[in-house]
């Protein structure tokens, strides 16, 4: 019997066991989305602090925009690393169908390339979370509480590598789509959006190259 993966509600720890684990899934797509839950709490954390200084008051608005979005994000992202694992877990099944005919070998192709789709639009969501978080994260690395700023750098460099992870991912189950169809078109979609997440990547390695003030 496969092991059942972690939950949304699951410790962290258990989440760390369970894809060290020689098996199929959790896998990678489990840890992007993960990877990006960091991000998220950290934008959070940096939000919080800023809209608690009166200093900052004339950045209190957006900060606390970013946090509540933040904190959405990263229940959202939790929830879509439970259904990558689960989504593994059925593409496994898939693969162990029967071929032994040709309506067989048919019958598993489909729901192969099925499974494929299923796990590309899981990922395409971590992609769109870590687009708003590496946005949501540059603003703060630019305008929130300056100590910490380096913690919102961290949250889009982690944004920005969940990100690259989730289109590769996209890209591959979705290899020998037509370019023209809705799974081509959301590889295509997959690529301006990892563009967009490395733009705020190179703006905050731009802010911190900075020489100090």
């Known amino acids: 019997m496969p092991d059942v993966p972690p ?29 990006a839950t960091a991000a998220a709490a950290l934008v959070e954390m940096v ?14 608005e957006e900060a606390k925009a970013a946090r509540a979005r933040a904190e959405g994000l990263r229940q959202e992202l939790l929830t879509l690393a439970s259904a ?9 099944r898939v693969l162990g169908l029967p071929r032994g005919s040709e309506a ?22 971590v992609l ?17 509480l300056e100590s910490a700023r380096p913690d919102a750098a961290t949250a889009v460099f982690l944004a920005a590598g969940a990100a690259r992870s989730a289109a590769l991912a996209i890209r591959i189950n979705l290899e020998g789509e037509p370019p023209g169809s809705e799974p081509g078109g959301m590889v295509a979609a997959a690529a301006a959006k990892l563009a967009a997440v490395e733009e705020s990547e190179r703006l905050v390695g731009r802010l911190f190259d900075r020489p100090p003030d």
């Open 47 to 60: 939000a919080a602090l800023t809209a608690s200084r009166e200093t900052y008051a004339l950045v209190h």
């Open 104 to 125: 067989e070998r048919e019958l598993r192709e489909r729901r192969k390339r099925s499974a494929l789709r299923e796990g590309a639009e899981i990922q395409r969501d």
């Open 128 to 144: 769109g979370g870590c687009a708003e978080l590496a946005a949501l994260g540059a603003a703060m690395a630019e305008r929130g």
């Open 7 to 35: 939950i949304r509600a699951s410790p962290f720890d258990d989440w760390a066991r369970a894809i060290a684990r020689p098996t199929i899934s959790p896998a990678g797509g489990s840890a992007a989305a993960l990877a």
């Open 84 to 92: 990558d694992a689960e989504a593994l877990q059925r593409f496994a």
